[in-house]
């Protein structure tokens, strides 16, 4: 039977043409320390990526919380349904720490409620 395609051709086709990793790499960071010689970083290491104003006091904090709690507990149900084998124990198993955390700070909250 007759191909209709060619076969690729084999690599190297001669030592100009080989291909070299090294030097790929040894080009990128070439480019990358020339183009971000005068970069900053948006945000400095080790900050938090959304800041909490000072004036939130912490009965507001814990609830709030506690509603972030219930919506990650939410995604990760949802999540967890659509999958099975390990994948769904895990998202389920981060579903149930979710929870666990909510648990306390819904408790802290009543504690701040009684005082």
């Known amino acids: 039977m007759k191909k209709i395609t060619p076969d690729p051709p084999a690599f190297p086709l001669d030592a ?19 183009y971000l010689q005068n970069h900053k970083p948006h945000r400095p290491m080790g900050t938090a990526m959304l800041a909490i104003p000072n004036s939130v006091n912490s009965e507001a ?3 709030q919380a506690s509603d972030l709690l219930r919506c990650a507990g939410a995604c990760a149900n949802e999540a967890g349904n659509g999958l099975s084998g390990p994948a769904r124990d895990w998202v389920l198993s981060v579903m149930h720490l979710v929870e666990l955390a909510k648990g306390y700070v819904d408790k802290s909250l009543d504690t701040l409620a009684t005082h």
């Not at 100009?16 to 320390?33: F, N, T």
């Open 16 to 34: 100009a043409d080989s291909h070299d990793p090294l030097l790929d790499r040894a080009a990128v960071e070439r480019a990358l320390s020339y």
């Open 61 to 63: 904090a814990l609830a």
